[in-house]
């Protein structure tokens, strides 16, 4: 298995652009997990699918933050326009059913916004 | 309350030491715990799950205390190579995982 596939592996940024990350999950998970990681912050939650239906979005930043799930295979998270303080890196994870097993996270998306 | 609290260190331990990390949840009815490792600028990637009855892997052991609401980790033998950011997970209920921030080990020649 490849794993969760997230891209672009680094997005460099003006502000007051859109960006869109995006993010394959591990075939046959069921619930899709989108984090924001900053050194002040840590790891913060920012909204999770289960069977391609948002869950809860209660960590969504603001109205410049959309997700979406289209299909059990694909994922985005939308930022426009995007702000300065948007910088951190951004990563996806999924996991089966209950989340016995623990999250699998993909390798992030460095995103820079100047 | 934070959910998880965790020492954020660092740790700087000479090599073949024995190192312990704690860290405290705030939910009771949590259910799931883990131990997850992160290298510099890398995902973070699952090291163990906690089991009630404490479980080690190799140089590693977990421990979790329902009573006090707390996990831990040691590390025996430290290697140069475990030198990482160490985050603890509960899960209190359902899916949504809650994470530590993370505790710093650099280990030392």
């Known amino acids: 298995d490849a794993g969760v596939i997230q891209s672009p592996r680094h997005e460099v940024t003006e502000m007051g652009q859109e960006v869109t990350l995006r993010c394959k999950p591990i075939?046959?998970?069921?619930?899709l997990f989108w984090y924001r990681q900053t050194m002040m912050r840590g790891l913060e939650l920012l909204i999770y699918f289960n069977n391609n239906v948002p869950i809860d979005d209660s960590g969504m930043p603001e109205d410049r933050f959309s997700a979406k799930m289209p299909n059990a295979s694909f994922s985005t998270l939308k930022i426009q326009p995007s702000e300065p303080r948007d910088s951190a890196v951004y990563f996806c994870a999924s996991t089966l059913g209950t989340g016995f097993y623990g999250y699998t996270f993909g390798s992030g998306t460095r995103l820079t916004v100047v | 309350r934070k959910e998880v609290e965790q020492d954020p260190g660092p740790f700087n331990v000479p090599e073949g030491a024995t190192v312990a990390f704690n860290c405290t949840y705030s939910?009771?009815?949590?259910?799931?715990f883990f131990w997850y490792r992160q290298d510099c600028r890398k995902e973070p990637k699952l090291l163990m799950s906690v089991y009630s009855s404490g479980n080690e892997d190799g140089r590693f052991t977990a421990q979790l205390n329902r009573a006090s609401q707390y996990i831990s980790l040691l590390i025996r033998d430290s290697k140069l190579s475990d030198s990482a950011t160490y985050l603890c997970?509960?899960?209190?209920?359902?899916?949504?995982?809650?994470f530590g921030t993370g505790t710093s080990l650099t280990v030392i020649p």
């Open positions: 997970v509960v899960n209190p209920l359902g899916n949504q995982f809650y």
């Open positions: 939910n009771s009815a949590s259910q799931s």
């Open positions: 075939s046959g998970h069921d619930y």
